[in-house]
């Protein structure tokens, strides 16, 4: 049987440590997992040290996700993204970045309540999780805008790409109270990675923030894509053609 008194290292299974040195007491990390919904084997059934490791799985797997829409959350995105970059260095294959924000969100929070906007928010995060592929990641960056990542994406669909995820959502109705549904729509940014390049993730999220941008001022419900063919490799790029990998810097 364990103890909730005990106090359990925040590791992973790697022994990579999130907050250098940091314990959370066993009581505390068990709350948090059975709030999330998380499914703990019974400590008899797997024995005590499978069962701890379990324990820390599940920290580890909360400290990556989204508590409200449980997709990555931003730092999980960051590192995928950066990963990606260097990918895209050595490989020269074209990968692509999303950058997708639900149109008017405020309005829907201040007509039908935060409830309501959470339930949107859940909505569209089970349209986007639907329409990627398993080597892809989706993430909540933060408030109403949300990110994707798309490896080996080829530039000639990526507006196809956008587009199916832009009608999704708009083809959505979210029950807000019982009777009562709301559609949304989202405006969609994307650029592809420059390939054969030492890029940065910030830089990349720049020009698909760019495209959301344009999207939004176009009057929204729009998917834009920057063309890869035509993309500006900015100086600052070039100088990182041979430079250290974004992905260790990171870690």
Not at 47 to 72: F, H, I, M, N, Y
Not at 85 to 97: C, F, H, I, N
Not at 184 to 197: E, L, N, R
């Amino acid at each position: 049987m364990h103890s909730d008194s005990a106090a359990l290292p925040l590791s992973d299974l790697h022994g990579h440590t999130p907050v250098d040195g940091a314990e959370v007491p066993l009581d505390v990390a068990l709350q948090l997992l059975r709030h999330a919904g998380y499914d703990l084997p019974a400590p008899e059934a797997v024995g005590k040290d499978a069962w701890l490791l379990s324990v820390v799985a599940g920290l580890c797997e909360l400290s990556s996700r989204d508590p409200l829409t449980g997709l990555a959350n931003r730092r999980q995105f960051e590192l995928a993204l950066a990963r990606e970059v260097d990918r895209v260095a050595r490989t020269g294959e074209s990968a692509m970045v999303l950058m997708i924000d639900i149109d008017h969100f405020k309005k829907i929070n201040d007509t039908h309540g935060h409830a309501a906007g959470d339930l949107v928010l859940k909505a569209v995060a089970l349209v986007l999780q639907d329409c990627i592929r398993p080597m892809d990641t989706v993430a909540r960056f933060g408030g109403e805008e949300f990110a994707m990542v798309l490896p080996n994406c080829a530039p000639g669909f990526g507006h196809a790409v956008a587009e199916r995820i832009r009608l999704e959502v708009q083809n959505l109705a979210v029950p807000v109270v019982p009777g009562r549904e709301i559609s949304v729509t989202v405006s969609i940014g994307g650029a592809f990675a420059p390939q054969w390049v030492r890029s940065s993730a910030p830089l990349w999220l720049e020009r698909a923030d760019q495209k959301l941008y344009q999207a939004k001022a176009g009057g929204r419900n729009q998917a834009h894509v920057e063309q890869p063919l035509v993309a500006p490799v900015s100086a600052e790029e070039r100088g990182m053609l041979f430079g250290t990998s974004t992905f260790q810097e990171l870690e």
